[in-house]
């Protein structure tokens, strides 16, 4: 079955840094879309970024832009998600997810969905 196990959250300092890692399994990684979502407590899940099969076209949220960088590496099947500049609004529980096309994944509609990695930062 189909697995994507995130992680690499944490607690962080505002203003430092953090990767988060999506390890998937189970799939043709290569043939998927990948992205990240998160979701503060009280708050409805929200898009972060998203990366397609090649790599070769990236979205990101107006939220993150210039700070966060999506990535993936086909060989060992894993997208990351690197995180600068840290805000305590970047608080939240991360999942990642896949979709064969991007426009799926950034609207939430992804097959499948990581379990999620906690994001705790400190002002």
């Known amino acids: 079955q189909v697995q994507l196990v995130e992680s690499g959250g944490g607690l962080v300092q505002a203003g430092g840094s953090l990767t988060l890692s999506c390890a998937a399994s189970g799939l043709t990684f290569s043939s998927y879309a990948m992205g990240w979502f998160r979701q503060a407590p009280g708050k409805e899940r929200e898009f972060v970024a998203a990366i397609t099969w090649s790599g070769g076209l990236l979205r990101y949220a107006d939220s993150v832009k210039g700070r966060f960088t999506i990535s993936r590496d086909n060989a060992k099947n894993t997208v990351y998600l690197t995180m600068n500049n840290l805000k305590p609004e970047d608080a939240a529980v991360y999942y990642c997810?896949?979709?064969?096309?991007?426009?799926?994944?950034?609207?939430?509609?992804?097959?499948?969905w990581g379990q999620g990695t906690q994001v705790t930062v400190s002002s």
């Open positions: 997810n896949a979709a064969p096309h991007i426009n799926t994944v950034q609207a939430g509609r992804a097959d499948y």
